[in-house]
């Protein structure tokens, strides 16, 4: 499946449930069944910076892909970056640069969160798309 692939899925999800306290019911429910992160990576240094609750953002790369790993304090936050770590794990440093989450707009997500889940939500795509950036320059190293 492509990234805009996804995202249309998303999209179809929402547009599914017919109002704002359904759709965060099944935020909550997409953030309760996202794994759990290890207390291990539960560290300083993979919390994303800018958001009110506390969110961790692990990443490993397999091969050429961007694994994505993540866990929150808040269910919401949790859920939202479920669906960041479904938009964008496993796929390519590219394809994360090059694609922005246009879904979020989409299910008129930006009007129905508050401004500090707004910008914790921007965060993390921020986030994500810098351990992107730092994968694609390893991987253009070592083709180099």
Request: net charge positive; with cysteine.
């Given at each position: 499946?492509?990234?805009?692939?996804?995202?249309?899925?998303?999209?179809?999800?929402?547009e599914l449930l017919s109002d704002w306290p359904e759709r965060?019911?099944?935020?909550?429910?997409?953030?309760?069944?996202?794994?759990?992160?290890?207390?291990?990576?539960?560290?300083?240094?993979?919390?994303?910076?800018?958001?009110?609750?506390?969110?961790?953002?692990?990443?490993?790369?397999?091969?050429?892909?961007?694994i994505f790993k993540a866990d929150s304090d808040a269910a919401?936050?949790?859920?939202?970056?479920?669906?960041?770590?479904?938009?964008?794990?496993?796929?390519?440093?590219?394809?994360?640069?090059?694609?922005?989450?246009?879904?979020?707009?989409?299910?008129?997500?930006?009007?129905?969160?508050?401004?500090?889940?707004?910008?914790?939500?921007?965060?993390?795509?921020?986030?994500?798309?810098?351990?992107?950036?730092?994968?694609?320059?390893?991987?253009?190293r070592a083709t180099a």
């Amino acid at each position: 499946m492509t990234i805009d692939e996804k995202q249309q899925r998303i999209i179809r999800e929402f547009e599914l449930l017919s109002d704002w306290p359904e759709r965060y019911k099944h935020i909550i429910k997409l953030g309760q069944k996202l794994d759990p992160l290890p207390e291990e990576q539960k560290k300083d240094e993979n919390l994303v910076r800018g958001c009110q609750s506390q969110v961790w953002l692990h990443t490993e790369l397999d091969e050429k892909r961007v694994i994505f790993k993540a866990d929150s304090d808040a269910a919401i936050t949790k859920g939202l970056v479920a669906l960041m770590v479904r938009l964008y794990s496993g796929e390519t440093p590219d394809t994360i640069l090059n694609t922005e989450p246009f879904f979020i707009k989409k299910i008129g997500m930006q009007e129905h969160l508050s401004p500090t889940r707004s910008n914790g939500l921007a965060s993390m795509v921020k986030q994500m798309k810098i351990y992107a950036m730092a994968y694609k320059s390893k991987l253009d190293r070592a083709t180099a």
